[in-house]
Structure formats: C-alpha cells, structure tokens
C-alpha cells in the first residue's frame, strides 16, 4: 500500500493536450474515483499512473518512488481492464497466476495466492474454466482476481462496470466496496457513470477537458460544487441554472423576457451583479402561490412511482431557463404556472463567465 | 433461406451429384488404370473396371520407379516431396510470424515502409521472379538441395498479411494486461500470440502443405539429380517423349500416390481448418 502523488501532470498527443496540469495527494488506503465526460483525460491519466502512457511533464509518484520512467511491472500496481483483458487461451486459474509466473514465485506460493483470491471473489468453484465459459460478471470478478494476486500497492481501474448490466453492475459496486474495505489498498478508479462516483468515492476527482474541475469528498461535490460543471455533472437531472442579475437590493434574480426568481435569503453584496442561480431539481419543493421563489410553466411530466418529474420553463415565450424539479407529492395540475420555492442553505451562485462558484 | 419443396430438393441433389461426378470420374479412371497391365490400358476403349496388377504396379513404382524411362524410385521422391512440404509451411509461419509480430506489436522507424514492401511483394509470384531466383539459388550453389527447393518458397506476404490481419484484432488491452503482468515482449509472443494464433497456424499450414507438395515449375528448374526429384516432377519425368513407350499404369499409380498426402492432410486437419477459417478464440 502506497501513496500517489500527481504533480502538474501534462500529457499532449502531438499538437492535443489532453491533460493540462493535474495534482492530486492520494492518501495510503484512499478510494478515489476519478469521474468525467467522455474525453476529459480521466482514463489517460489513469493510464500514466499504470505507465502504459509516457507523461509528458510532471511528476507521478507512487509509495517515495518517481515513477514516471519505470515500467509498468515495477511500479507495483494492478489495472482492471474496461474489456476484463483475460487471457482467452487460459483458464481462469493461469490467468490469475500469469504475473506471478513471471516473477518467478514458487508454485505454492502461487497456489496460496491464488486460492485465497479465487475465496474472497467467490470463484473457488471457476478455476479451471476459460473465460468464456463465464458471464459478464465473472469475468470481471477474474479481472479482478488478477488484480489482487499480486497484492500491489494500487489497484487501478478503468471503467471496469461499464461492460455489465445495470442489475450486475450494481451488485459488482458493493462487492467493490466490499474488497476495498477489506484489502484497503489504495484504488484509482475511473468512470463516467456519475452513482458510481458518488457511491465508491472516498474522494472523487471531476475532470474537464483535461482539468480539475473540483477534488472532494461526494457529499462536498454534491453540496457545493466548485463550478457549473460539477454542478450540471453531478446530480440527475443536473442542477437548474437559470442566468440574471441580482436585483432589489439582493432579494430578486431577473432576467429579459420575465424571469423572476425570489432569493430565499438576501445578497445585498452581490447587487446588480450577472450572476447563474443554481438549484437542484430536488430541493425545489411545491408551494403556496404567496410563498413561491420561481413559477415555471410546466411543459410534461415524467411519473416515477416513488416520485415525479416535473419540467417546465420560466418567464413567457419559453425563452427563459429549462427548469426541472423533482416533487414527492403527486402533481394534479398538468398545465399553467406551477408554484416553487426552495431553501436558503440549497441555493448555489456562480460567476456566468468564469463558471466558477461565487463564495458566500 | 430458401423455402423446402421436394423439388427443388431433388434439383439440388442433381446438381451435388453432377459435381460429384465431374470431380470423382477422372480420380475414379486414374485408380483403375493403376490397377492394369501396360497392353490393358493402351486398349481403346479403356476397360473401367479394375484389373488385377494393383499391388504390382505401386510395388514396382514405390521400389523402382518406372523402368523404361529410367526414373528413382517414386518412395524416394515422395520423401523428398514431403521434406518440401513440411519445411516451406513451417519456414512460412514462423518467418510471417514473426514478421507480423514486429510489425504490429513495435512502434520502430520505417514500419509502415517495411509493411509496404512486404505487401508489395504479394504482387510478385514465384513465377515472375523465377529467373532472377534461379540465377541467385545458382550462385549460392544451391541447385539440386533441399535448401535450394525450400528457401525460395519460404517467404510469404500473404502469410505476414493474414497474421498482421489476426494480430490487429486482438484487442489492446491484451498486451496491456501482459505488460503489466511482467511480460516482455518474447514472453508475450509466446504466452499469448502463439496459442492465440493456433487455429490460423493450421488453417494455414494446411493450405501451405498443399502449396508445397504442388509446386511444379521451380522443382522442376533446379533438380537435374534424380534423387532431388520431388513426386509431382517424377510424373513429369516418366513420361517419356519420343520413341519410348510411356507405361501409364505406372503413371497412374504415382499420381494417386501424390495424391494421397494432401488428402490425408486435409481430412485429419479438417476440423483445424475449418476452426481457423470461421472462429476466433477471443
């Protein structure tokens, strides 16, 4: 078990620059989650820390080791490939004792190890089929096994739910977590699939364009996101933003075209400033017409059972914000002005230009 | 599919069958004049049933060839076939191998160049260059050598291109997990491209076995000793131009013994064949 260490880390293909800069201190034992659109760099950097990606500047360290020269052998990690990467020719008991082959441990060593993991990962009764004898969610418990016969100092993973069905892949998660507890080695994990993030996190990484967009613990992602990325990436439906400008002395949100959304608590500083007012879906609530913040036009509904999906518009001519809210009571009115309010601790402000978040 | 009518049943049958008959007929003549006398067979009409010299005639062409035109013993000269047959497939898989190994697995100035040139060469066959090869087997002093038979035949583009096909279908992250697993590049070679590529390799030697043992005009360039002859150019040497009589049975009966390996090859590899032809262990 080790720490990693990311400092400035760069990465171009030629004249592309996928990642521009990253640091991170994982700690020894650490869960990150490294979580971004597809194309924001967050599997090449994994692929650095693995070393089957040559960094262009900066520095990775794993445990006091630079690492950025070493082979991926002797950096003392184990991936799990998106594809699980077994080899097909091998049963499932060569494809976990392949490394240890190499490094040339004895064969009862290898047959500890192998043993041990095939019982933890519940495939004792699998060893000697091929891989394509197994389902998708054996194969990735192998892929897995693979991983942890070599005790590395970090597991790295690589989308390695994405292959499987939603079902499997939630059961796959708490087996995951289940591992991580168990083993605490620390674990690099990449995906784009946001529940997973905030479910296995213990520090997630969002990544945009080959930026930090916010490191932090899920809940502090969620609660307070640093910039309108986070907050349209994190949270389904994604925030409501709605552009304006703070006026009536820091009471009142406007914009063109009658939109008028009522602050909760007033920003006197923030008078007269363009700001985006962002406001989860499910934190807006129904109210009494006197007491509302927003009154959307309610353009459909989506009835989940558990709760509905309200969508609408704000101001006239469906030129204002998209809005969305998830309500718990059960919506009659399918068509008007739908009367919101939201609270106070619930309510972000970010800089339009910068995207960043204005702090309180 | 098309839809079952008795029909078009029995049409289809008529068909396979007419194939049947075109393909069997002459194989069919082939062992019945081997099974014959010298004056049987040279009567007209041939009779097409068989006669009575089958053990004599193969022991006479298998000991001591054809006598009247002076040939080797066909036994020996399907030894020296089978060398060739054996030698140019397994020179061609490990050489193209090998090839497209390097070609697809390392990142090196002048890959695609080299890619090129080898694929190039598929626009070449051994007919084109035949004269240049005869002058350079000539000079190494390689005429009338199993190394002079064999070499020539070994280089393949084909064979590079059909594993550098297989080879860029294995997915990446194969290599990757190898990587991080420990091994080198040999090891991965061995441990995962090798047995990866087992079903091609047979598809493939199969196919070569056939090319190897057929090869007809550069055998027949660089033997002149009769103990180089391979089986198909016996066939060619024994019969006889001129005045001297061709003895056919014993024709006849060497052609059904070059015959046989192939057969053999196809039918014991066949489900190796087949394999490498349609499925990829992926």
């Known amino acids: 078990m080790a720490r990693v260490s990311i400092r400035n880390v760069h990465k171009s293909f030629g004249a592309v620059n996928v990642i521009q800069g990253i640091s991170m201190e994982i700690g020894d034992g650490e869960f990150i989650v490294m979580v971004g659109p597809s194309g924001c760099g967050k599997s090449t950097l994994l692929r650095m820390v693995a070393g089957l990606e040559t960094i262009t500047s900066g520095e990775i360290a794993i445990g006091e080791r630079v690492v950025n020269n070493l082979e991926p052998k002797d950096r003392n990690i184990a991936m799990v490939f998106q594809n699980y990467a077994l080899y097909p020719h091998m049963s499932v008991y060569d494809n976990m004792a392949y490394g240890l082959k190499i490094q040339k441990r004895s064969k009862a060593d290898i047959d500890t190890r192998v043993q041990r993991a095939a019982e933890i990962l519940e495939l004792s009764a699998l060893l000697a089929r091929r891989p394509r004898e197994l389902s998708g969610g054996q194969r990735q418990r192998v892929a897995m096994g693979r991983a942890i016969v070599r005790e590395p100092s970090v597991f790295l993973f690589d989308e390695p739910l994405s292959n499987l069905d939603a079902k499997l892949r939630v059961q796959m998660r708490s087996e995951l977590q289940e591992l991580h507890q168990r083993l605490r080695t620390t674990t690099l994990y990449v995906t784009h699939d946001q529940v997973e993030a905030m479910t296995l996190a213990q520090r997630m990484l969002v990544m945009n364009a080959g930026r930090t967009e916010q490191i932090g613990a899920p809940l502090e992602v969620y609660s307070r996101p640093a910039s309108t990325f986070v907050a349209g990436f994190i949270g389904s439906p994604p925030m409501n933003l709605i552009a304006g400008r703070i006026a009536d002395g820091g009471r009142l949100l406007s914009s063109d075209g009658d939109v008028h959304v009522r602050l909760p608590s007033p920003h006197a500083d923030l008078d007269g400033r363009k700001v985006l007012l962002g406001v989860r879906p499910e934190h807006l609530e129904a109210c009494e017409e ?33 809005i969305a809210a998830r309500l718990h009571t059960s919506v009659v009115a399918r068509q008007g002005r739908l009367p919101l309010r939201f609270a106070a601790e619930h309510m972000h402000l970010f800089d339009p230009d910068s995207g960043k978040r204005l702090e309180e | 599919m098309v839809e079952r009518r008795r029909g ?65 013993p066909v036994g020996h000269m399907m030894l020296v076939s089978l060398v060739v047959a054996l030698v140019v497939p397994a020179g061609k898989i ?8 390097a070609i697809v697995y390392f990142r090196f100035p002048g890959r695609m160049f080299f890619f090129w040139m080898i694929f190039i060469t598929l626009m070449l066959p051994v007919e084109v260059r035949i004269v240049p090869t005869y002058a350079v087997i000539a000079r190494l002093d390689l005429l009338n050598t199993y190394a002079g038979l064999t070499i020539p035949l070994v280089a393949s583009a084909t064979a590079t291109f059909l594993f550098r096909q297989f080879f860029m279908t294995i997915p990446d992250e194969l290599a990757e997990a190898a990587r991080i697993d420990g091994a080198g590049p040999m090891r991965f070679f061995w441990d995962i491209i090798v047995p990866l590529s087992r079903t091609n390799m047979a598809a493939l030697f199969v196919i070569l076995f056939i090319y190897g043992w057929n090869q007809y005009l550069w055998p027949l360039l660089i033997t002149t000793d009769e103990s180089m002859y391979t089986v198909v150019i016996g066939i060619r040497r024994m019969i006889a131009g001129g005045d001297a009589a061709t003895e056919w049975n014993l024709v006849m009966a060497t052609a059904m013994l070059a015959m046989l390996p192939p057969a053999l090859v196809v039918l014991l590899m066949q489900k190796w064949f087949v394999k490498g032809l349609v499925e990829t262990e992926k």
Request: no cysteine; net charge negative.
């Open chain 1, 290 to 322: 006197s007491s509302a913040a927003l009154r959307p036009d309610i353009d459909f509904i989506e009835l989940l059972g558990s709760d509905s999906l309200v969508y609408g518009h704000l101001g006239a001519d469906r030129r204002g914000a998209r």
């Open chain 2, 8 to 72: 078009l049943d029995l049409l289809a049958y008529a068909i396979l069958s007419l194939g049947v008959v075109l393909v069997a007929l002459p194989l069919y003549a082939t062992f019945v004049a081997s099974t014959q006398s010298l004056d049987q067979i040279l009567k007209v009409p041939m009779s097409l049933v068989p006669g009575s010299e089958l053990v004599a005639n193969y022991t006479a062409v298998l000991t001591s060839g054809s006598g009247r035109t002076a040939s080797a």
């Open chain 2, 94 to 101: 490990v050489i193209s191998l090998l090839s497209a190994f």
